[in-house]
């Protein structure tokens, strides 16, 4: 008889760890397609509004770009998003790393200040982090659309990657499938559960 009741006991312990399992695996596969669901939808927010605007998309004040080259490697490495948000010129100082466009108003780059020159009308001296000698013409203070205040490493690939035709279509289809078949899922378990009690 004590021998019957020690296997029942086992058998219970081995149910609340494999319930328990299955719970954690339960929340872990809701969070990760929340996150994925999250990521999506960000993805598509962006690409909607830079078709609208048809500049950089923007969050909070900040103007998203991709980095494109590896001239401010390894700060900024190519394939990350930098955000940059636009400054009063007259707040730049050395070491800020600045976004401009080039002096025939066409080119975009994102170069660390070297030096503030003060005498006559406001330029920044910069210079690539990866390169070994200052650009050659200060950037005119009018050129600047501001500091970069945060960047993400790689997610530009995928970014670069959504704004293609075929990117657009994967943003939209995966998700549908992702979702169809984790709700499948759940209404599979549902009616096993059912058909148990």
Do not use: C, W
Request: aromatic share 6%; hydrophobic share 40%; proline share 5%.
């Amino acid at each position: 008889m004590m021998i019957m009741e020690n296997h029942s006991t086992e058998l219970q312990g081995e149910n609340k760890v494999s319930s328990g399992t299955q719970k954690l695996k339960n929340i872990s596969s809701n969070i990760l397609i929340g996150l994925l669901a999250v990521i999506i939808i960000s993805m598509l927010f962006l690409l909607f509004q830079s078709r609208r605007t048809a500049g950089p998309p923007s969050i909070a004040g900040h103007q998203m770009y991709i980095v494109l080259s590896g001239s401010m490697s390894p700060t900024f490495k190519t394939g990350s998003v930098i955000f940059v948000k636009e400054t009063d010129p007259t707040e730049i100082k050395a070491e800020d790393v600045i976004t401009y466009t080039g002096h025939d108003g066409g080119g975009i780059t994102t170069h660390r200040v070297v030096e503030v020159i003060n005498e006559g009308p406001l330029k920044f001296k910069t210079r690539g982090d990866a390169n070994n000698m200052d650009d050659p013409l200060p950037v005119p203070a009018q050129n600047v659309m501001g500091v970069v205040k945060l960047s993400i490493p790689l997610i530009g690939y995928l970014f670069s990657f959504a704004r293609s035709k075929e990117g657009f279509l994967i943003l939209l289809i995966v998700p549908g499938v992702i979702l169809i078949i984790s709700q499948a899922k759940t209404l599979i378990k549902h009616i096993k559960e059912a058909k148990a009690e």
